[in-house]
């Protein structure tokens, strides 16, 4: 799939508004997957015997959804109220660095909905907080000027994004690049010890491989389809559907009010090819299993 060059009006957000939107994802979910946060199922209440393994999928669940439950905030974070493709009075992205944010909401969503056809899901709930904590923390100090404490992955990725000439092909393909390149190994190897520390019950880490590749992949084609319908929405002056028909036949620039994309290139592939994606992760489950020697 490739997302097409598009840029948007930049809205930096200042070092205070930065820990007033932090201290506001407390507040109730908002976004397309805000209504489906508590919808889920999660099995039994997960705060009864939160440690035994027995119970380890309904306690990563519920971590698992915190985890969504941010995200969808963080998306939030980068939309205002305004006129919309359609013309429609709604949220709409006002900042490029939505553009990730939101494509990790979408993936986060579809990973906890498709939990129960992995192999071992408690495992893949478990890593899920842990890798888009690294995300949020380098966000964070990125909005909070604390550029000490953000590594170059993710600098990179900001410096993109925030850039007045990029665009969403430019912070897709940065902000993947950093997260997967720059945290996934750690993320696995945190992810990895705290689960077995956790429950005590050790597996071999190359059991978990198949749910993150083979298992995960039909995840990444749902995602797609998510993220085209809210590209469309937000973009397209018609229909949603006309928007998606659009966007995979056009070949021509085009501008929709701040917006600058060629149609023709918004279906990732041709910018960020998925099997290139799946290299940097097999890159990093490598090193990784490399760290744990299991």
Known sequence: ????????????????????????????????????????????????????????????????????????????????????????????????????????????????????????????????????DMYYQALMADLKGQSNKVSPHWRAYFKVASSQDGGITDSIIAGVSAHINGDMEEALVQAYLSYISKYSRPKQFDLHYPDFFLYNRPVFEKVTADFFTDLSRTTFPGPVEQGQFAMGVGSQPHTVGPFKFSLAGIVLGKSLDVDEVYEWRQHAWERARRRIGK
């Open 1 to 132: 799939m490739t997302i097409g060059r598009q840029s948007a009006r930049s809205a930096p957000l200042t070092a205070k508004s930065a820990e007033a939107k932090s201290r506001g994802l407390t507040g109730p979910p908002r976004g397309a997957h805000a209504h489906e946060v508590h919808a889920i199922s999660s099995g039994r209440n997960a705060s009864a015997c939160a440690y035994s393994p027995e119970r380890a999928l309904a306690a990563e669940m519920a971590s698992a959804k915190q985890t969504l439950h941010r995200s969808i905030q963080v998306a939030a974070m980068f939309t205002a109220i305004g006129l919309s493709g359609r013309g429609k009075l709604e949220a709409v992205p006002v900042d490029n660095r939505y553009w990730f944010a939101k494509l990790y909401e979408n993936i986060t969503y579809n990973e906890i909905l498709a939990c129960r056809k992995f192999t071992l899901p408690a495992f893949v709930l478990h890593f899920i907080p842990v890798f888009y």
